[in-house]
Nanobody, 125 residues
Framework: VQLQASGGGLVQPGGSLRLSCLVS????????VGWFRQAPGKEREGVSY??????NYADSVKGRFTISRDNAKSTVYLQMNSVKPDDTAVYYC?????????????????????WGQGTQVTVSS
């Protein structure tokens, strides 16, 4: 199983960016995906997750970020709108088999079995 995060880059405050997470090796299976981020000097934190139809977001990104998935393309997206300098971080996607993750536990990183390499997002003018 491999996850490849892409779409990061430099964006101005208030701008938009769409991250993609390509999941390979789980084509014939169901899986849950989470997005996490790690800013310099800070611990990695949960941003959002998507199961079958369930989704959740960190309070800091609610109303600005939208997670979605295209199963035909084995890809999960994170649409980032109205970005702020505080959104600057390396963004990682992670996956686990099935849809059994209890929604309230989505931030717990140990519940994900597979991780991508991360993509840098820098919000700056």
């Amino acid at each position: 199983v491999q996850l490849q995060a892409s779409g990061g880059g430099l964006v101005q405050p208030g701008g938009s960016l769409r991250l993609s997470c390509l999941v390979s090796g789980l084509t014939s299976e169901t899986y849950t995906v989470g997005w996490f981020r790690q800013a310099p000097g800070k611990e990695r934190e949960g941003v959002s997750y998507i199961g079958d139809s369930r989704k959740n977001y960190a309070d800091s990104v609610k109303g600005r970020f939208t997670i979605s998935r295209d199963n035909a393309k084995s890809t999960v997206y994170l649409q980032m709108n109205s970005v702020k300098p505080d959104d600057t971080a390396v963004y990682y996607c992670a996956a686990r088999r099935g849809y059994t993750l209890i929604s309230s536990l989505w931030r717990q990183q140990e519940r994900y079995d597979y991780w991508g390499q991360g993509t840098q997002v820098t919000v700056s003018s």
